[in-house]
C-alpha cells in the first residue's frame, strides 16, 4: 500500500490486525518501480482497455457511454488481471519469489542536472544577461555617440572622469566584449560612479530581470513551484585567441644600441602583442563576469526556494505522511505501534475540529450577547428620557400648586450600562463570524 493517508484509517488497521493480516507501506515516491500494479497490472489493463473499446465501437458504431462502461471495463479487468498477471507483477517487483536484485540502484537514482560547455558566442540565458547589463557598461554604438541622438545629463567638470586621447586599434574578439570610448564624447558624465552606484545598478538589475520571460519570478512576489526553474549554467571557454609574443617580456637587453629602423620593429612587435594580450584579458574578464552573472541569478533563486521552503516546514506539523512516514522508508501499517500513532494522529484532528467548533460557538455567542447588551442598552435610554420627561412634567404642576423647589422629588438617574443580559437558548447558534474565522 502506498502511503496516501486516505488507504490506512485506524479502523482499517485494526481490523487487519485482528484477522492477521499484515499492509506494509512503500516508501514515498518508489511505487514506479516496487508496486505490481504500476509495474505490470496497469499497463495490460491499458492494453486490454483499449482493445474491449476499439471491440464495441467497430460491434455498435457508437461511443462507448455511461451505461456501457461497466460492461467493458468488466471486460478489460477480466483479461488483464488474470492469474499469470498477477503473479509477474509479484515476481517484477521481486516480492515473490523474494529476489531483491530485481530493483537496481540505477532505477531509485535521483535525476541528474544537465548543464552546457560552450565558449563565449554561445548566448547567455536572458536574466544572466539581464544581471550582465546592470553590471557592466554599455558598449555605445556611432548612434549613441550622435550629438542629436543622445543628451547627457548635467554634470559638474569636477565629475568628469579623464580619458586617454589615444584609441587603441579594436582587437578581433567576441562582438560583447567592451569597447573603448573615444575622448570627447559626450557619454564620459554617464561612466561617473555619482551614476553607477551599487544601489542604482541594484535597480537597473531589479528591472531588467522583470521584464525577462524566464526571471520575472525572481523578483516578483508569486507563489514559487516546481515550474519556476531556471536555465542550467552555461560554462563558458574563452574563444581561440592570437597569443602574444610572451618571449619579448623576458628578452635580454641588445649589446649594442638598435638603430631605428629595430626599434620600429620592436615597436611594432610590442603594439601588436599589447593588443593580443589586451583580447585575452578582455575574453577571461568576459568568462568571470558571466560565471558571476550566473551566481548571482543562482543566488536569487536559492533565496526564494528557500522562503518556499520554509513555508512548506511551518506546514509540516500537518502533513500526515512526515508524521506517520519520518525519514521516507517504509513502514508495517498494522504494527501496533504505527496503528496507536495513526489513532491519536486521528483523535488530535478531531479534537482540534471540536476545538474549532466550540470556539466559534463561543465567538457567535459572544456576538449575540454584545447585540442584546446593545438592544437592552437602546431600550433603557428611551425608557430614561421617558421618565425625564414625566419629572419635568410633575415638576412643573407641583411648583404650580406652590411646593417649595427643595421639596421636589429627586431627578431620575440613567441606569449603568448592562454587562451581561439573559439569551434564549432556543434559539439557533449562528455558524460563525466573518472577523473571527481561523484557518487551520
Known amino acids: 500500500m502506498d502511503g496516501h493517508s486516505s488507504h490506512y484509517t485506524p479502523e482499517l488497521l485494526k481490523y487487519a490486525r485482528d484477522n492477521n493480516i499484515i499492509i506494509l507501506g512503500y516508501?514515498?515516491?518508489?511505487?514506479?518501480?516496487?508496486?505490481?500494479?504500476?509495474?505490470?497490472?496497469?499497463?495490460?489493463?491499458?492494453?486490454?482497455?483499449k482493445e474491449e473499446i476499439r471491440k464495441f465501437e467497430d460491434l455498435h458504431r457508437s461511443k462507448v457511454t455511461k451505461g456501457d462502461f461497466t460492461e467493458v471495463f468488466g471486460n478489460a479487468f477480466l483479461k488483464a488481471f488474470t492469474v499469470p498477471?498477477?503473479?509477474?507483477?509479484?515476481?517484477?517487483?521481486?516480492?515473490?519469489?523474494?529476489?531483491?536484485?530485481?530493483?537496481?540502484?540505477?532505477?531509485?537514482?535521483?535525476?541528474?542536472?544537465?548543464?552546457?560547455?560552450?565558449?563565449?558566442?554561445?548566448?547567455?540565458?536572458?536574466?544572466?544577461?539581464?544581471?550582465?547589463?546592470?553590471?557592466?557598461?554599455?558598449?555605445?554604438?556611432?548612434?549613441?555617440?550622435?550629438?542629436?541622438?543622445?543628451?547627457?545629463?548635467?554634470?559638474?567638470?569636477?565629475?568628469?572622469?579623464q580619458l586617454s586621447v589615444t584609441e587603441?586599434?579594436?582587437?578581433?574578439?567576441?562582438?560583447?566584449?567592451?569597447?573603448?570610448?573615444?575622448?570627447?564624447?559626450?557619454?564620459?558624465?554617464?561612466?561617473?560612479?555619482?551614476?553607477?552606484?551599487?544601489s542604482s545598478r541594484m535597480r537597473v538589475m531589479t528591472s531588467a530581470l522583470a521584464s525577462t520571460a524566464s526571471?520575472?519570478?525572481?523578483?516578483?512576489?508569486p507563489r514559487i513551484t516546481s515550474a519556476n526553474t531556471i536555465a542550467s549554467p552555461v560554462y563558458g571557454q574563452p574563444v581561440v585567441l592570437p597569443e602574444p609574443d610572451w618571449s619579448l617580456i623576458h628578452k635580454p637587453p641588445a649589446a649594442r644600441?638598435?638603430?631605428?629602423?629595430?626599434?620600429?620593429?620592436?615597436?611594432?612587435?610590442l603594439t601588436l602583442s599589447l593588443e593580443q594580450s589586451h583580447a585575452q584579458i578582455l575574453a577571461r574578464n568576459s568568462v568571470i563576469e558571466g560565471s558571476n552573472a550566473q551566481l548571482a541569478v543562482q543566488s536569487i533563486y536559492n533565496s526564494r526556494l528557500n522562503e518556499a521552503l520554509n513555508t512548506k516546514e511551518h506546514k509540516k506539523v500537518t502533513d500526515r505522511t512526515q508524521l506517520l512516514f519520518p525519514g521516507g522508508g517504509p513502514r508495517v501499517l498494522t504494527d501496533p505501534m504505527?496503528?496507536?500513532?495513526?489513532?491519536?494522529?486521528?483523535?488530535?484532528?478531531?479534537?482540534k475540529v471540536t476545538a474549532r467548533a466550540e470556539g466559534v460557538k463561543k465567538r457567535s455567542r459572544a456576538k449575540r450577547m454584545k447585540?442584546?447588551?446593545?438592544?437592552?442598552?437602546?431600550?433603557?435610554?428611551?425608557?430614561?428620557?421617558?421618565?425625564?420627561?414625566?419629572y419635568d412634567a410633575q415638576c412643573v404642576v407641583l411648583l404650580a400648586r406652590g411646593v417649595a423647589k427643595n421639596q421636589l422629588p429627586k431627578k431620575p438617574k440613567k441606569a449603568i450600562k448592562p454587562k451581561e443580559v439573559e439569551l434564549s437558548e432556543s434559539k439557533p447558534e449562528l455558524e460563525g463570524s466573518d472577523e473571527d474565522d481561523e484557518d487551520e
Open 215 to 221: 526571471g520575472s519570478f525572481l523578483v516578483g512576489n
Open 168 to 198: 587603441p586599434t579594436t582587437p578581433t574578439t567576441p562582438s560583447r566584449i567592451p569597447q573603448p570610448i573615444a575622448s570627447g564624447s559626450v557619454l564620459p558624465a554617464l561612466l561617473s560612479s555619482s551614476y553607477y552606484t551599487p
Open 257 to 269: 644600441s638598435p638603430s631605428k629602423a629595430e626599434l620600429k620593429a620592436l615597436n611594432t612587435k
Open 85 to 161: 498477471t498477477v503473479l509477474a507483477a509479484f515476481e517484477k517487483t521481486g516480492i515473490h519469489p523474494y529476489n531483491p536484485d530485481v530493483i537496481t540502484p540505477r532505477m531509485m537514482k535521483a535525476s541528474e542536472p544537465s548543464s552546457l560547455i560552450g565558449s563565449l558566442p554561445i548566448p547567455m540565458p536572458s536574466p544572466v544577461r539581464a544581471v550582465m547589463a546592470a553590471f557592466n557598461a554599455r558598449s555605445y554604438t556611432a548612434a549613441d555617440l550622435d550629438p542629436d541622438n543622445f543628451r547627457a545629463p548635467p554634470v559638474s567638470p569636477a565629475m568628469r572622469p
Open 27 to 49: 516508501p514515498p515516491h518508489c511505487t514506479h518501480a516496487l508496486q505490481g500494479l504500476d509495474v505490470v497490472c496497469f499497463a495490460r489493463m491499458k492494453e486490454a482497455w
Open 371 to 390: 447585540a442584546a447588551i446593545e438592544k437592552v442598552w437602546e431600550q433603557m435610554g428611551v425608557d430614561h428620557k421617558a421618565a425625564i420627561t414625566a
Open 338 to 351: 504505527f496503528i496507536q500513532k495513526v489513532s491519536d494522529d486521528k483523535a488530535a484532528r478531531l479534537a
